[in-house]
Each structure stands twice: as C-alpha cells, then as structure tokens.
C-alpha cells in the first residue's frame, strides 16, 4: 500500500480524513484492497468558460470519479469514470491532491488513497441518464461555483 509522505514533497495537497460508513463500505474497501487495489480517482474538470462539472448522487454534489481498476493507471480510470458518469470526454492533466481516506463502522476500519487530478474537458454536452446501471447518480451539471453541499467543498474551492 502506498504511503501519503510519498506526495508530500511533490506539488501536491496531501490530507487524511475518516468517513463514516457501514459493514459494507468498509468490506468494499477491504475487498478492493486484498485484490491490490489500493486507489480510486476523481477529476476537478473545467470546461473553456471556467465552469467545474458536478455529479450529485447521495444528496451531495461531487466530483467525478471512482475506483481504479486491475490493469488501469489512475489517469485511464479518471477519464473512464468521467465519462461514464457524465458524458464527458476529458483530457486528464496533472494530480492535484491525494487524500488517505479511512473508512470507519465502529470499531472496523479500512483505508485507501483517493487521487484528485485536474482535467480539461474535450466537449460539453452531458448525459442524459448520467452514471452505469445500480449507480445512485442522479444529475450531473456545469456550476460557475462550488455548491454549499459539496463533498469536500474544501478541497474543490482550494484546487480551484
């Protein structure tokens, strides 16, 4: 598993944080993680005129992304995951951030690293029915801003 002081020499933000879950959240992540699959990623993606493209999913605005596959670098999976959940074809520029999330269900824990990267979009248009089947996405939008109710709005508005 890879260790955050990796990052923090680089330009990169570097930050820990524990989420709250459920039996299932965590044994996601310890599953992923016996498969050796330690990432996932998401992209802060711009569009010409300045705008960030959203995902709301879970009664959250977030942004894109998910978790790296077997056989993917984080930068095939971030363009991936972009799509698949917005319609959006990207071009995926430098990691801006790399954040060791724990997941947490009362006394069980997992960790794993979560890679935010910066991306530029090819085109504009967005899905109709954004996301893949059994995926809670229910809208994806362009936003001038970062919302109020913004999962890591923090982090999004320092990046921006």
């Keep these: 598993m890879p260790e955050l002081a990796a990052f923090e020499d680089r330009d990169v933000v570097t930050r820990r944080v524990t989420r709250e879950t459920d039996r299932a959240g965590v044994e996601g992540v310890r599953t992923r993680s016996d498969r050796g699959l330690h990432w996932a990623v998401g992209a802060l993606v711009t569009d010409p005129t300045d705008r960030i493209l959203f995902v709301y999913e879970d009664e959250i605005w977030k942004l894109p992304g998910g978790g790296v ?15 698949e959940e917005t319609g959006v074809e990207s071009t995926v520029d430098e990691l801006a951030a790399v954040t ?61």
Excluded: K, N
Aim: net charge negative; hydrophobic share 35%.
């Design 100 to 160: 060791e999330v724990t997941v947490a269900d009362g006394g069980r824990e997992a960790t794993f690293f979560f890679g935010t990267y910066r991306a530029t979009a090819d085109s504009t248009d967005l899905a109709s029915d954004p996301g893949l089947d059994g995926e809670s996405i229910e809208t994806v939008a362009w936003r001038d801003s970062v919302p109020q109710d913004c999962l890591d709005g923090t982090l999004v508005r320092r990046l921006r």
């Design 69 to 83: 596959e077997a056989g993917e670098t984080c930068q095939e999976a971030v363009r991936r995951e972009v799509h």
